[in-house]
């Protein structure tokens, strides 16, 4: 049976399942490898090169709001599309006001 190492995630498969989850090995380039273990933390094991996940993404919410002084966007949209390029994620700017990205 394959378990998502995300924390919080509940995905699950095993090969005898009709579900269609795709699953990634941890990076292999070990400079990637050790940005993955700082950003996925566990305290129950340690990322290996054999833990498997499903997609790793990076939202940004409430980007509809970025332009009101009383709430300044705290990280640039350019930083967070680097540092999710730099561990192989994916990041999506969101707005449930605005329906963008739901």
């Known amino acids: 049976?394959?378990?998502?190492?995300?924390p919080g995630c509940k995905?699950?498969?095993d090969k005898a399942s009709s579900s269609k989850i795709h699953?990634?090995?941890s990076p292999q380039e070990k400079s990637v490898?050790?940005?993955w273990k700082r950003a996925i933390p566990r305290?129950?094991?340690q990322l290996s090169s054999k833990s498997r996940n499903c997609k790793?993404?990076?939202c940004a919410t409430k980007v509809d709001t970025e332009d009101i002084d009383s709430n300044p966007?705290?990280?640039?949209?350019e930083t967070a599309t680097k540092y999710a390029q730099g561990i192989q994620a994916k990041y999506?700017?969101?707005s449930s006001k605005t329906g963008e990205n739901v």
């Open 23 to 25: 699953y990634f090995q």
């Open 1 to 6: 049976m394959l378990t998502c190492f995300i």
């Open 73 to 77: 966007r705290q990280i640039s949209k």
């Open 43 to 45: 305290r129950n094991r």
């Open 33 to 35: 490898f050790a940005k």
């Open 11 to 13: 995905s699950v498969s």
């Open 92 to 94: 999506i700017e969101t």
């Open 56 to 58: 790793i993404y990076i």
